[in-house]
């Protein structure tokens, strides 16, 4: 099914600093915490709903990153890990890099058991107070085995990268599942793993590091994401599930870059998603050209809009850019969406929450200009 939202966006969104300071607080009581919690996704549905959007999220604002859901529903990680990883980061027009040490969520020491599910909590008030079709976030299996899987540490559980990550299914089809007959409209995997895929550094990393072919890795990806898409299907027909792509987002950096050359034609062809959130915003991502491989009945969502600089696009450059995608893919299964969620991380990306608002009403904005509606 072709998507009906025009305009779209990736999910998360700023936290206020009141939020932020509360979920770092280690004494607050989790009552209070959820006060907070629903006091600003009150706010943020009422913002999301008066700049024209037809799709709603909470913005995350009930995790601590976009992944966190899995961790706090499973049992079987170890307490977290510090990696040292390069990022990289624009400025004047110039890219630098910077080595920071980030906290991985766990690593896997047991055979993964569930305690409870990842979004019920979320998708429960947004039913209650969605003004309109609910989008529910998801990280796909293949987030975790590159950064939750040690050797040394985790053989003990799963003798391969491979079988831990399918031990991971079951738990991602079934909350698939779950949502779909809970009524969200819209589900999104979030994959930012792909760009290993595309990106020569990180597929030799996929090679050496994890001793695994990277064209092999990628098959199996697929085959992974697809098995937890059967079970959106089985809990409803008519729910849009979507997956988006990206290359790291973290505090306005990222870690990966290549176009989707690489990957279009495993990926456009075989993922049985209805729409590809696809980041567009930076030379970083090449061409339109790979868009050629996206089949019909499904819809390129043009990430066009920066959610890591504060520096307002135009609606002229976005229509331009529209127009030359346009080429590849009819115009009919096109949207318009930021490149990726603002606040992929609990502190977020560097701009303001007003810079948000007004890149997203921009969005809106050209979104009408180009197909008449959002």
Same mark, same amino acid.
Not at 220 to 237: F, L, M, S, T
Not at 298 to 321: C, D, F, I, N
């Given at each position: 099914m072709l998507s009906p939202y025009r305009a779209d966006h990736v999910g998360s969104l700023l936290r206020p600093p009141e939020l932020i300071e509360a979920r770092k607080n280690p004494a607050l009581a989790p009552e209070k915490l959820k006060e907070i919690e629903d006091r600003h996704i009150l706010r943020v549905l009422e913002r999301q709903k008066d700049l024209g959007f037809r799709i709603f999220t909470d913005g995350e604002f009930r995790r601590i990153g976009f992944m966190s859901d899995f961790n706090d529903s499973v049992e079987g990680l170890d307490s977290a890990e510090a990696i040292t990883r390069d990022w990289k980061t624009e400025a004047s027009g110039k890219t630098a890099v910077k080595r920071l040490e980030n906290r991985l969520p766990g690593v896997v020491v047991e055979k993964i058991r569930q305690k409870r599910r990842l979004a019920a909590h979320e998708m429960a008030f947004l039913k209650e107070h969605s003004p309109g079709d609910i989008?529910?976030?998801?990280?796909? =299996?293949?987030?975790?085995?590159?950064?939750?899987?040690?050797?040394?540490?985790?053989?003990?559980?799963?003798?391969?990268?491979? $079988?831990?990550?399918?031990?991971?299914?079951?738990?991602?089809?079934?909350? %698939?599942?779950?949502?779909?007959?809970?009524?969200?409209?819209?589900?999104?995997?979030?994959?930012?793993?792909?760009?290993?895929?595309?990106? =020569?550094?990180?597929?030799?990393?996929?090679?050496?590091? %994890?001793?695994?072919?990277? $064209?092999?890795?990628?098959? $199996?990806?697929?085959?992974?994401?697809?098995?937890?898409?059967?079970?959106?299907?089985?809990?409803?027909?008519?729910?849009?599930?979507?997956?988006?792509?990206?290359?790291?987002?973290?505090?306005?950096?990222?870690?990966?870059?290549?176009?989707?050359? =690489?990957?279009?034609?495993?990926?456009?062809?075989?993922?049985?998603?209805?729409?590809?959130?696809?980041?567009?915003?930076?030379?970083?991502?090449?061409?339109?050209? =790979?868009?050629?491989?996206?089949?019909?009945?499904?819809?390129?969502?043009?990430?066009?809009?920066?959610?890591?600089?504060?520096? %307002?696009?135009?609606?002229?450059?976005?229509?331009?850019?529209?127009? $030359?995608a346009s080429k590849y893919v009819p115009l009919d299964r096109l949207a318009l969406s930021p490149q990726c969620g603002f606040a992929s991380v609990l502190e977020g990306n560097l701009l303001t929450e007003e810079d948000q608002w007004r890149k997203l009403e921009l969005v809106v904005a050209t979104a009408r200009k180009v197909w008449g509606d959002a």
């Open positions: 989008k529910i976030t998801l990280p796909t =299996p293949n987030q975790f085995p590159a950064i939750a899987y040690k050797k040394g540490l985790s053989d003990a559980a799963y003798s391969t990268y491979s $079988e831990f990550l399918w031990d991971l299914v079951p738990i991602f089809k079934a909350e %698939m599942e779950a949502l779909a007959r809970e009524s969200a409209r819209y589900i999104q995997i979030d994959a930012p793993r792909y760009s290993y895929y595309l990106d =020569p550094k990180w597929r030799r990393y996929v090679e050496e590091q %994890m001793g695994v072919d990277p $064209e092999q890795a990628l098959d $199996e990806a697929i085959r992974v994401d697809n098995a937890c898409i059967e079970g959106a299907r089985a809990g409803g027909a008519d729910v849009l599930v979507a997956i988006h792509l990206c290359r790291g987002n973290n505090r306005s950096q990222w870690y990966a870059e290549g176009g989707y050359d =690489p990957i279009a034609e495993k990926v456009f062809n075989r993922l049985n998603v209805d729409a590809f959130l696809l980041e567009y915003e930076s030379e970083r991502a090449g061409t339109f050209e =790979p868009l050629r491989f996206v089949p019909s009945g499904k819809t390129v969502v043009l990430g066009l809009v920066s959610t890591k600089l504060p520096t %307002m696009e135009t609606e002229g450059q976005l229509l331009k850019r529209i127009d $030359e």
